[in-house]
């Protein structure tokens, strides 16, 4: 079992930053994706971001509505996915889950449906 904390979350005016922290505890994998959805209110669930750890190596996949803005990383060391938030936008607005699935390659990084574990959420609120 893996557990999923985020925080960072909190309110900021357009234009302004966060970071967001997932700290993964319970069985880790040295190989896996870690990924950062949002929801709005009254909107789906959405794919942020996503760092694939593989055999090869690491590589980022972002969603067009950020790229540029916000960059994911991870520490392995602990245990813990970033998510850098730049320059952003009312729309930015929304709860955002950290998520981890164990599967590295056969179903797209944005597929919410194939992640294994979830966070809890930390809500972020752009103010225009």
């Known amino acids: 079992q893996v557990q999923l904390v985020e925080s960072g979350g909190g309110s900021v005016q357009a234009g302004g930053s966060l970071r967001l922290s997932c700290a993964a505890s319970?069985?880790?994998?040295?190989?896996?994706?870690m990924g950062w959805f949002r929801q709005a209110p009254g909107k789906e669930r959405e794919f942020v971001a996503g760092?694939?750890?593989?055999?090869?190596?690491?590589?980022?996949v972002y969603a067009e509505s950020v790229k540029s803005r916000f960059t994911i990383s991870r520490d392995n060391a602990k245990n813990t996915v970033y998510l850098q938030m730049n320059s952003l936008k009312s729309e930015d607005t929304a709860v955002y889950y950290c998520?981890?699935?164990?599967?590295?390659?056969?179903?797209?990084?944005?597929?919410?449906?194939?992640?294994?574990?979830w966070g809890q959420g930390t809500q972020v609120t752009v103010s225009s």
């Open positions: 760092i694939i750890i593989s055999a090869s190596g690491t590589s980022t």
């Open positions: 319970g069985r880790t994998f040295s190989r896996n994706v």
């Open positions: 998520a981890a699935r164990i599967k590295i390659t056969g179903t797209p990084v944005a597929r919410a449906g194939d992640y294994d574990y």
